[in-house]
């Protein structure tokens, strides 16, 4: 039951950022700055969108190792207190 929110979780999130990406493909982008550095006018909110979606997919996999290594016990390691 779990694996199918996860698996339509991810899916709703996607079709969202791909929504996102295509709604605004003629738009530019000005005066607009990431990391203190402008970003110049020939670029698009749609790559702009997939950069960050990007960033935040490597971001997930951090976090899902994280929680992965905290909450996992392996039968080597335990602890009597």
């Not at 982008?29 to 997919?57: K, Q, R």
């Amino acid at each position: 039951m779990l694996k199918i929110f996860y698996l339509l979780g991810s899916l709703i999130t996607t079709t969202v950022i791909l929504i996102l990406a295509f709604e605004n493909i003629q738009a530019i982008c000005v005066d607009m700055i990431v990391f203190f550095n402008e970003l110049s006018p020939n670029t698009t909110p749609t790559m702009l969108i997939f950069w960050v979606a990007g960033l935040g997919v490597i971001c997930g996999f951090f976090y899902h190792g994280l929680l992965n290594a905290i909450f996992q016990k392996k039968d080597d390691e335990e602890e009597d207190y």
